[in-house]
């Protein structure tokens, strides 16, 4: 299998987790790709132009992370990361979208930024994504995820939000959050594939 991928996704570094966790490591190869620029695989994968995409045996392309980990789960080795039945899979499947969510927000405002020039920004639009961030945060922080036997897709969802906010926003959630921080270092102490998988610094 075929990852189209970049350290610097927070969608990526999602997959990159669960391929650890489920032990594929030696059947996925990764390529990385720069969707900022443009890539004629990437979009030959994925027309939406969005990484990361997987190119399973068949030849087929899966996108979306959400996909490719629910994917991965049912043919690695390793712990079962979204519940298959009952409550369990409903709670894991929020908890994840939660996370994507709050990826998402952060990545807009990162794209605000990065795509518009200066003077078309709309703090309004900027402030209204914070909101959304805030108010997952203090949800998170009131009620932080509980553990089970092992951490679960909603877990590492929820990391990688924390991981990216990191990586773009400064770790400026951190402050206000002491709960989630401590959340974050058990959850890199139990995945080490979080420390792995961690975006480039430079
Ligand atoms: N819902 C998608 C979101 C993927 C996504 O937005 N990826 C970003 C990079 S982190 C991307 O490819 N952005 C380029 C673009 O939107 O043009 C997923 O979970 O895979």
């Given at each position: 299998?075929?990852?189209?991928?970049?350290?610097?996704?927070?969608?990526?570094?999602?997959?990159?987790?669960?391929?650890?966790?489920?032990?594929?490591?030696?059947?996925?190869?990764?390529?990385?790709?720069?969707?900022?620029?443009?890539?004629?695989?990437?979009?030959?994968?994925?027309?939406?132009?969005?990484?990361?995409?997987?190119?399973?045996?068949?030849?087929?392309?899966?996108?979306?992370?959400?996909?490719?980990?629910?994917?991965?789960?049912?043919?690695?080795?390793?712990?079962?990361?979204v519940p298959r039945a009952g409550p369990e899979r409903w709670r894991?499947?929020?908890?994840?979208?939660?996370?994507?969510?709050?990826?998402?927000?952060?990545?807009?405002?990162?794209?605000?930024?990065?795509?518009?020039?200066?003077?078309?920004?709309?703090?309004?639009?900027?402030?209204?994504?914070?909101?959304?961030?805030?108010?997952?945060?203090?949800?998170?922080?009131?009620?932080p995820p509980a553990w089970g036997a092992h951490p679960d897709y909603?877990?590492?969802?929820?990391?990688?939000?924390?991981?990216?906010?990191?990586?773009?926003?400064?770790?400026?959630?951190?402050?206000?959050h002491p709960r989630m921080v401590e959340w974050l270092a058990r959850?890199?102490?139990?995945?080490?594939?979080?420390?792995?998988?961690?975006?480039?610094?430079?």
């Open positions: 299998m075929k990852l189209l991928s970049s350290p610097a996704s927070p969608f990526g570094r999602k997959v990159t987790m669960v391929i650890a966790m489920k032990n594929l490591q030696q059947q996925v190869e990764v390529m990385p790709v720069d969707a900022t620029r443009g890539d004629a695989t990437l979009n030959a994968a994925n027309p939406l132009g969005r990484i990361p995409a997987l190119i399973i045996a068949s030849g087929e392309a899966l996108h979306d992370s959400h996909v490719i980990c629910e994917y991965l789960d049912t043919i690695g080795s390793g712990p079962v990361l894991t499947l929020t908890m994840a979208s939660l996370g994507d969510g709050l990826i998402e927000q952060a990545l807009l405002q990162v794209y605000e930024g990065r795509y518009r020039p200066e003077n078309m920004r709309v703090q309004s639009w900027v402030d209204r994504l914070q909101g959304k961030i805030d108010r997952a945060l203090a949800m998170l922080e009131v009620a909603g877990h590492l969802t929820i990391a990688a939000a924390l991981g990216y906010m990191d990586f773009r926003h400064a770790g400026r959630w951190r402050a206000a959850f890199a102490s139990a995945v080490p594939a979080y420390a792995a998988s961690a975006p480039p610094t430079a």
